[in-house]
């Protein structure tokens, strides 16, 4: 049986929350009852103002509001103009962090992972709490967890584009 992530799966490090979901089933309900779903095979953590990699890091704007709100709320933003990215805020009031959905097993990029779910900026902002729309399962899947350093931000210098914060499944279980 699988137990859905409540909001308090969130309310965590980034840290700690960005390896724990890898594995984690990501679930849309669409409108006509069909559910698409996907087991997260990576992530990628955020973290505060201090890493030159996260979008507040150049402090708090209207984009970036919701970085410093509720645990357990999706921030979707578009990249690049053409790709809906999706992440979940994760910590405490007032200390923005996130964890961005970076692949699934099936899709290899968070753009093609939120394309195949249908997932775009109207989910920006929704609360993962009791939601029928979109949640996160845990079927009891636990793979062995590699790190590696986060993709797309040479732009945050040296130790931020380099340290190793992105989160793998690298398709051995834990037993």
């Known amino acids: 049986m699988n137990r859905r992530l409540d909001a308090e799966f969130f309310h965590?490090?980034?840290?700690?929350?960005?390896?724990?979901?890898?594995?984690?089933?990501?679930?849309?309900?669409?409108?006509?009852?069909?559910?698409?779903?996907?087991?997260?095979a990576e992530t990628e953590a955020y973290r505060g103002e201090e890493d030159k990699g996260c979008h507040a890091a150049?402090?708090?704007?209207?984009?970036?509001?919701?970085l410093y709100g509720e645990s357990g709320v999706i921030y979707v933003y578009l990249c690049y103009g053409m790709h809906?990215?999706?992440?979940?805020?994760?910590?405490?009031?007032?200390?923005?962090?996130?964890?961005?959905i970076r692949a699934g097993?099936?899709?290899?990029?968070?753009?093609?992972?939120?394309?195949?779910?249908k997932i775009d900026g109207s989910f920006n902002g929704i609360y993962l709490k009791d939601n029928e729309e979109i949640w996160f399962e845990?079927?009891?899947?636990?793979?062995?967890?590699?790190?590696?350093?986060?993709?797309?931000?040479?732009?945050?210098?040296?130790?931020?584009?380099?340290?190793e914060w992105r989160f793998i499944d690298d398709g051995e279980l834990i037993l």
């Open 138 to 163: 845990d079927d009891g899947y636990r793979p062995r967890i590699k790190t590696a350093p986060r993709v797309g931000i040479d732009y945050a210098g040296e130790y931020w584009k380099d340290i």
């Open 12 to 40: 965590r490090d980034v840290l700690e929350a960005a390896p724990d979901l890898v594995g984690k089933i990501l679930v849309h309900k669409l409108s006509d009852g069909t559910e698409l779903r996907e087991r997260i």
């Open 84 to 100: 809906w990215l999706m992440n979940v805020i994760t910590g405490e009031n007032d200390q923005p962090q996130g964890l961005l």
């Open 58 to 66: 150049k402090g708090r704007t209207k984009r970036t509001e919701l």
């Open 105 to 117: 097993k099936k899709y290899n990029g968070p753009a093609k992972l939120t394309k195949n779910l």
